[in-house]
C-alpha cells in the first residue's frame, strides 16, 4: 500500500521559514520524482515544485523560485521542501504526491500539512 505522510506545518510569521517533510512507504521510492502541491483556501491546487529520482532535477512554480528548495533521502524515502521567506500569500495546505505517468490512475497523495504565515 503506498502512503504518504507530511509533517513540519504550522503557523509563521511573514519571513519565517519552515521545513516540511514527506515520509514515503508502499513503493520504491527511488524510482519516482516526487512533487509538493498545495491548495489555499477557497483555491484549487497549484503546483509547488519536483524533484527528479535522484534529486539532481528541481523545478519550481514561479511563486515560490529563489524561496522554497525541494530536496530528498532516498536511504530514508523521504522528501523535503525547505521555504523560507515565507508570505501570507503561501498560506496553504502542503500535499506530497508521487504518479506514475505510464500507468493510469497511479497517483497518490498525503493527507496534507497545514501552512498558515500571519502575524
Known amino acids: 500500500e503506498v502512503r504518504l505522510v507530511e509533517s513540519g506545518g504550522g503557523l509563521v510569521q511573514p519571513g519565517g521559514s519552515l521545513r516540511l517533510s514527506c515520509a514515503a512507504s508502499?513503493?520504491?521510492?527511488?524510482?519516482?520524482?516526487m512533487n509538493w502541491v498545495r491548495q489555499a483556501p477557497g483555491k484549487g491546487l497549484e503546483w509547488v515544485s519536483t524533484?527528479?529520482?535522484?534529486?539532481?532535477?528541481?523545478s519550481y512554480a514561479d511563486s515560490v523560485k529563489g524561496r522554497f528548495t525541494i530536496s530528498r533521502d532516498n536511504a530514508k524515502n523521504t522528501v523535503y521542501l525547505q521555504m523560507n521567506t515565507l508570505k501570507p500569500e503561501d498560506t496553504a495546505v502542503y500535499y506530497c504526491?508521487?504518479?506514475?505517468?505510464?500507468?493510469?490512475?497511479?497517483?497518490?497523495w498525503g493527507q496534507g500539512t497545514q501552512v498558515t504565515v500571519s502575524s
Open positions: 504526491n508521487v504518479r506514475n505517468t505510464v500507468v493510469a490512475g497511479w497517483d497518490y
Open positions: 508502499g513503493f520504491t521510492f527511488s524510482n519516482y520524482p
Open positions: 524533484i527528479t529520482t535522484r534529486g539532481a532535477g528541481t
